[in-house]
């Protein structure tokens, strides 16, 4: 993978912590820091969050600092050493932090209505059925999406696949598959229905289309923040307008979705991860 993507967070990142004045580690009881996953390295994830950091900042009297990550592994990592505060997951991401980490959810996301998990192929593919994956190359996103990763896996249980590839974004997943590195790639719907426009020399069929809907994303809290702490950041976010929580797109006051199903799949996945590095890929 090209090296852009690292160097485009780091100045980002470094643009977040400049914005936010924070030069404290993320454990102080001073700082608060935001996780939050962002693909393509937009830069204009600072204004988006920037009301809101500046609301936080001041209900808190912490100094808020924004951490943007490219992609899933990444924000495991961050979510392993508890670096931070806040996070603002989708729903793998989301599973993993409750089952693994003791993340607590506080708020739902605006989430994509229906999201669901597919697996696709080339429309001129002669592969019709998951069976006949079997001996193929796949493409699956990054560990902690739910859609690239922990349902396909799930789905494609008891299959011996010839390799798996490890894409760092959706549009690479089906970049794989056009290009026939891979005989098929998983992605939700969502994120076909957008990428696929931009793939313009190629076309997709769906292969399989897993049966449950996935929850949408949530806000996450560090369960090492004391609780009286825990408890003030929860009514401040409570509290933002609802219009300018859009932004960032949580809804404060909702219902914080069941992830126990999502938390099943997890776990259930996670004993097959060791066969992984192996090839043939023995999904059993």
Same mark, same amino acid.
């Given at each position: 993978? *090209? &090296?852009?993507?690292?160097?485009?967070?780091?100045?980002?990142?470094?643009? +977040?912590?400049?914005?936010? &004045? +924070?030069?404290?580690?993320?454990?102080?009881? &001073?700082?608060?820091?935001?996780?939050?996953? #962002? $693909?393509?390295?937009?830069?204009?994830?600072? #204004?988006?969050?920037?009301?809101?950091?500046?609301?936080?900042? !001041?209900?808190?009297?912490?100094?808020?600092?924004? !951490?943007?990550?490219?992609?899933?592994?990444?924000?495991?990592?961050?979510?392993?050493?508890?670096?931070?505060?806040?996070?603002?997951?989708?729903? &793998?991401?989301?599973?993993?932090?409750?089952?693994?980490?003791?993340?607590?959810?506080?708020?739902?996301?605006?989430?994509?209505?229906?999201?669901?998990?597919?697996?696709?192929?080339?429309?001129?593919?002669?592969?019709?059925?998951?069976?006949?994956?079997?001996?193929?190359?796949?493409?699956?996103?990054?560990?902690?999406?739910?859609?690239?990763?922990?349902?396909?896996? $799930? #789905?494609?249980?008891?299959?011996?696949?010839?390799?798996?590839?490890?894409?760092?974004?959706?549009?690479?997943?089906?970049?794989?598959?056009?290009?026939?590195?891979?005989?098929?790639?998983?992605?939700?719907?969502?994120?076909? #229905?957008?990428?696929?426009?931009?793939?313009?020399?190629?076309?997709?069929?769906?292969?399989?289309?897993?049966?449950?809907?996935?929850?949408?994303?949530?806000?996450?809290?560090? *369960?090492?923040?004391?609780?009286?702490?825990?408890?003030?950041?929860?009514?401040?976010?409570?509290?933002?307008?609802?219009?300018?929580?859009?932004?960032?797109?949580?809804?404060?006051?909702?219902?914080?979705?069941? $992830?126990? $199903?999502?938390?099943?799949?997890?776990?259930?996945?996670?004993?097959?991860?060791?066969?992984?590095?192996?090839?043939?890929?023995?999904?059993?």
């Amino acid at each position: 993978m *090209s &090296g852009k993507f690292p160097r485009r967070l780091f100045i980002l990142q470094l643009l +977040c912590w400049l914005v936010a &004045g +924070c030069q404290s580690t993320p454990k102080s009881e &001073g700082v608060l820091t935001i996780g939050v996953l #962002n $693909y393509d390295g937009d830069e204009q994830i600072i #204004n988006r969050y920037a009301k809101f950091n500046n609301y936080l900042a !001041e209900k808190t009297k912490a100094r808020v600092r924004l !951490e943007p990550t490219f992609n899933e592994n990444k924000a495991i990592e961050r979510l392993e050493s508890q670096a931070w505060s806040l996070v603002f997951a989708p729903p &793998g991401l989301a599973a993993v932090a409750i089952a693994r980490y003791e993340y607590k959810p506080v708020f739902p996301l605006e989430g994509v209505n229906n999201l669901r998990s597919v697996l696709v192929v080339r429309k001129d593919s002669p592969i019709q059925e998951l069976k006949q994956l079997q001996g193929k190359t796949i493409a699956l996103g990054q560990r902690g999406s739910v859609t690239g990763y922990y349902l396909p896996l $799930y #789905n494609l249980y008891g299959l011996t696949l010839a390799d798996i590839l490890s894409a760092p974004t959706p549009k690479t997943v089906l970049e794989w598959v056009a290009e026939g590195k891979a005989a098929a790639g998983a992605v939700s719907v969502a994120e076909l #229905n957008f990428y696929s426009p931009q793939l313009q020399q190629a076309q997709f069929r769906i292969l399989y289309t897993d049966p449950h809907y996935v929850p949408p994303g949530v806000v996450l809290i560090r *369960s090492t923040i004391k609780p009286n702490r825990q408890k003030h950041i929860r009514q401040v976010m409570s509290e933002f307008p609802a219009v300018l929580a859009q932004e960032v797109g949580y809804v404060p006051n909702g219902q914080v979705p069941d $992830y126990k $199903y999502m938390i099943d799949v997890v776990e259930r996945v996670k004993l097959i991860t060791p066969q992984l590095e192996n090839k043939p890929v023995r999904l059993f």
